[in-house]
């Protein structure tokens, strides 16, 4: 690089890569994980689910599609930084209303461009994902030794709780359905001929999009804070309850979330889950979950639904996977990771709970795209059956 570099990452190990900084400039400390989406930058950068973590779009055509306000899963960037290997591209896109660096500047998140991403992806894959430190100067001035120590200071995700930072504070109203091409947002959402369910979803860091689906299926969705008790959610009467997806360990919400999970799967209550909320149903339930080497984190991960065969390309985000051989009598492994065999959703034996680590609006193709929410619906649809007598 004939310039000054103006952006330094730092890996605990001591590795550096330089490269040119993009959007706000300071330093973060993270952990460093890579994606490998051709495309949903922007998906990726508002998922609640990447807090306290850099990533590396091993995708080199980044910036083109620019920033539009529809794609955002979160109101502003929630992944702590991003790496490219080209800088980003000037938007051409229809939809665009902005650009990634002004963006990213505006929402705090630091970008750096010209890396050698293939060779920081292999150092992912080997190391496990590395602590960094992450820094964009526009002078170019790197305290590169007090960077590599304060990346090895940095205590990791493990233990770390970082749902209840990013939940809601209050409670709140959700109606909107899925995008349509042509339309835009559905107001939502009884197309399906269901009654309109009540599900009380718990932030534990949700995806707009996967609010969406479940309005897109006939629910009400009230949305409670992480720290909701199981008294609170019950007060609303719902006929389900939805566990959504976050970032951090999920063992480290054993103080709150697995113990409120744990009440209500003592009521007859549907109750499903995604990512953050699909391990910490498996905690309530008694499994336990562990910390993968470098996790999945894409658009392209093959999943087998272990009951029909099937497999499904899915959308993923997860470093931590719960333990197949942990889980108790009664509940069954549905489905299975083909990248390296780890659970990827679990169901409990003749009741209506089921969860799944992957994103299932992204998974078996469009003409079965919202099966799980479905499932859902369905299951709700029985209780209330029961309930009329
Ligand atoms: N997408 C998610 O909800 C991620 C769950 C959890 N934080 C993990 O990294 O495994």
């Known amino acids: 690089m004939a310039d000054r570099p103006t952006a330094c990452l730092v890996l605990a190990d001591g590795t550096i890569f330089y490269g040119k900084g993009f959007g706000a400039t300071g330093e973060v400390v993270a952990e460093l994980v890579f994606n490998t ?88 894959r080997l190391q496990g994902a590395p602590h960094v430190v992450l820094a964009h100067d526009p002078d170019g001035n790197f305290d590169v030794a007090g960077m590599v120590a304060r990346a090895r200071d940095w205590k990791g995700l493990v233990g770390l709780d970082l749902a209840k930072d990013v939940s809601c504070r209050q409670s709140y109203q959700w109606r909107q359905g899925t995008w349509e091409w042509g339309e835009g947002f559905g107001e939502t959402a009884d197309e399906h001929g269901h009654a309109p369910f009540k599900v ?135 489905h299975v990771s083909l990248f390296d065999g780890s659970n990827c959703g679990i169901r409990v034996d003749g009741k209506p709970v089921f969860s799944v680590q992957h994103h299932p609006e992204a998974s078996p193709g469009p003409q079965d795209s919202l099966y799980l929410f479905r499932r859902f619906a369905d299951a709700m649809q029985v209780r209330r059956d029961a309930q009329a007598g």
């Open 37 to 124: 989406a051709m495309t949903g930058y922007q998906e990726i950068m508002t998922d609640p689910s990447y807090a306290s973590q850099v990533v590396t779009f091993t995708f080199p055509h980044i910036g083109n599609t620019g920033i539009t306000t529809e794609d955002d899963e979160a109101p502003e960037p929630v992944a702590a930084g991003m790496i490219v290997k080209w800088d980003p591209t000037e938007p051409s896109n229809w939809r665009a209303m902005g650009d990634l660096p002004d963006w990213l500047a505006k929402g705090g998140r630091i970008g750096m461009g010209g890396v050698d991403s293939r060779r920081l992806t292999r150092a992912i």
């Open 200 to 334: 009380v979803a718990l932030d534990y860091g949700a995806k707009r999009n996967i609010l969406r689906s479940l309005a897109e299926q006939g629910a009400d969705v009230t949305v409670l804070p992480a720290s909701a008790t199981a008294e609170e959610v019950l007060a609303h009467q719902p006929d389900g309850v939805f566990l959504s997806n976050g970032p951090g360990d999920p063992a480290a919400t054993g103080a709150y979330a697995v113990p409120m999970i744990r009440e209500l799967l003592d009521r007859d209550m549907p109750i499903f889950g995604i990512c953050l909320g699909h391990q910490m149903l498996a905690l309530a339930l008694g499994a336990k979950t562990v910390k993968m080497n470098h996790g999945h984190h894409g658009a392209n991960h093959p999943v087998k639904d272990v009951e029909s065969g099937r497999v499904m390309i899915t959308s993923m985000n997860h470093g931590f996977a719960v333990d197949s051989q942990s889980l108790p009598v009664g509940v069954v492994e549905t």
